[in-house]
């Protein structure tokens, strides 16, 4: 009877582990170190040219840095601000309305977690200044977390979550 019953799991998790694969498309690779690092250096430049976007041309530069696949979503303060990309777009629009400005700085703790040549977590603190319409300056501070996907020759962000320490 152990032995049926280790076949069995054997099995399930044969299926599971091929499933995986097949779900992807991709196998995940091992890197070598030069690879990581190249991973690495082009998300931190990708998150770079986020804030850099965001700060120059306001809200709106978040559509051209959020993935437009049905794989993306954002989470802030632990809700589900965009359940996929079509809501970002329509959020994006919206919050642009209400900004007259807005600063985004990532910290020096930014990190990059390589996964694959075309994927990375990234992590950061974060400070924005906001500075809505019709209200005085909003200052954030927070953590940052996602997935940078590398997709057609580009970085973008797969997935977002922001936490917000406080608002001042």
Same mark, same amino acid.
């Given at each position: ?14 299926? +599971?582990?091929? +499933? ?16 990581? /690092? ?47 990309? /079509? ?65 057609? +020759? ?15």
């Amino acid at each position: 009877m152990r032995t049926c019953v280790c076949v069995v799991l054997l099995v399930i998790l044969s299926f +599971g582990a091929a +499933g995986g694969q097949a779900a992807t498309g991709v196998a995940a690779q091992p890197m070598n170190a030069a690879e990581a /690092a190249r991973v690495d250096g082009a998300v931190r430049t990708f998150m770079a040219t986020v804030a850099h976007d965001v700060t120059q041309d306001g809200p709106s530069a978040w559509r051209k840095h959020f993935s437009d696949s049905p794989a993306f979503f954002m989470v802030n303060d632990g809700q589900m601000a965009f359940p996929d990309s /079509a809501a970002a777009m329509k959020g994006i629009h919206d919050f642009a309305a209400t900004i007259k400005s807005i600063r985004l700085e990532w910290g020096s703790d930014l990190r990059v977690d390589p996964l694959t040549a075309n994927f990375a977590v990234v992590a950061s603190s974060y400070f924005e200044l906001q500075e809505p319409v019709s209200s005085k300056p909003l200052q954030v501070r927070g953590f940052f977390t996602g997935v940078a996907e590398l997709r057609d +020759g580009r970085w973008q962000l797969r997935d977002a979550h922001w936490s917000s320490v406080h608002a001042e």
